[in-house]
């Protein structure tokens, strides 16, 4: 049976009755701004060829279409004026504020360094990443640990890695700040990196022993370099803080790809998960159509 067929209607307008159910299909997806199970995020330009350029707008649309949160990786380079706005209109709203990406370099060793120099620079970013975090009502931010040194031996980075980020703890432990840890890619996206797989960041948490120092498992990267998602979200289950979302190939929504994110929703969700899923992917269609495709996408994934 066709999906997109079978769930056109769903989104067609705000107020309509669910979908009748098919045979193949436990549950019909969801009226068109209703809620969600799980407190989907998306970002900024995703939905702007229904709301415009706007960040406000683009906000209320978001809210209209039932989600309650939203992510962005930008927020700290704002300026501060818009920053309070936005936290302004998703009070407003009833809206939570996902990550915004505190520190992370993409082409230096950072975190595996135990240069003096470098240390300071990242505890100043989480300094600063507070004082975004309190503007917008943020609880997590994203830390990206650096490039690995291609001349120093692997275990002296990872114990250099564990020291730096239990000295930027205090910083946030301090403001009720989650430092989510991402573990990229090393295939496709990002060679060079020093976090990849999401065992890496449970034994990194763990040695860190802090209350902010958490993992963000985004299943796009994992599903590239270890696959197995359901079983490491059981083994790291602890120290996982958030997640983010993005179908492989091709890093768009849910149902584009290989991953079966219906199932793996209802496994968070049976977990009891409260927090956020970040939608950090591209529209697989363009225009309006791609967008609300992309609803009745998460509509889908989200009726089990």
Same mark, same amino acid.
């Given at each position: 049976m066709d999906r997109?067929?079978?769930?056109?209607?769903?989104?067609?307008?705000?107020? +309509?009755?669910?979908? +009748?159910?098919?045979?193949?299909?436990?549950?019909?997806?969801?009226?068109?701004?209703?809620?969600?199970?799980?407190?989907?995020?998306?970002?900024?330009?995703?939905?702007?060829?229904h709301a415009g350029e706007n960040p406000i707008d683009q906000l209320k649309f978001m809210a209209e279409q039932g989600f309650t949160a939203l992510e962005d990786n930008g927020m700290k380079g704002r300026p501060v004026e818009e920053q309070e706005k936005i936290a302004q209109e998703m009070t407003r709203l009833g809206m939570t504020m996902g990550v915004f990406v505190a520190t992370g370099d993409f082409d230096n060793v950072t975190f595996a360094s135990s240069k003096p120099e470098i240390r300071e620079k990242l505890l100043q970013d989480m300094r600063d990443s507070v004082e975004v975090a309190k503007?917008?009502?943020?609880?997590?931010?994203?830390?990206?640990?650096?490039?690995?040194?291609?001349g120093l031996e692997w275990d002296y980075q990872t114990a250099n890695v564990i020291e730096n980020l239990k000295a930027c703890s205090e910083i946030c432990e301090a403001a009720n700040l989650i430092m989510v840890l991402e573990p990229l890619n090393p295939?496709?996206?990002?060679?060079?990196?020093?976090?990849?797989?999401?065992?890496?960041?449970y034994m990194i948490c763990k040695s860190v022993g802090s209350p902010s120092c958490k993992i963000l498992f985004d299943m796009y990267h994992q599903q590239i370099t270890e696959g197995n998602i359901i079983p490491n979200?059981?083994?790291?289950?602890?120290?996982?803080?958030y997640f983010q979302i993005g179908d492989n190939p091709g890093r768009k929504e849910p149902t584009t790809g290989e991953i079966n994110y219906r199932n793996i929703f209802k496994h968070i969700h049976g977990r009891g998960f409260t927090g956020i899923m970040g939608?950090?992917?591209g529209n697989s269609q363009p225009g309006k159509e791609g967008e609300l495709a992309l609803i009745e996408a998460y509509r889908y994934c989200d009726s089990f």
């Open positions: 997109r067929g079978f769930l056109a209607s769903g989104i067609a307008a705000a107020g +309509a009755t669910a979908l +009748a159910a098919a045979a193949v299909r436990p549950a019909a997806a969801q009226a068109a701004g209703s809620g969600f199970k799980l407190k989907y995020a998306p970002h900024f330009g995703m939905f702007k060829n503007r917008v009502n943020a609880q997590w931010c994203t830390v990206v640990p650096g490039c690995y040194d291609k295939w496709k996206d990002h060679p060079g990196l020093f976090l990849t797989k999401v065992p890496q960041g979200i059981e083994r790291a289950w602890t120290e996982v803080a939608m950090e992917h």
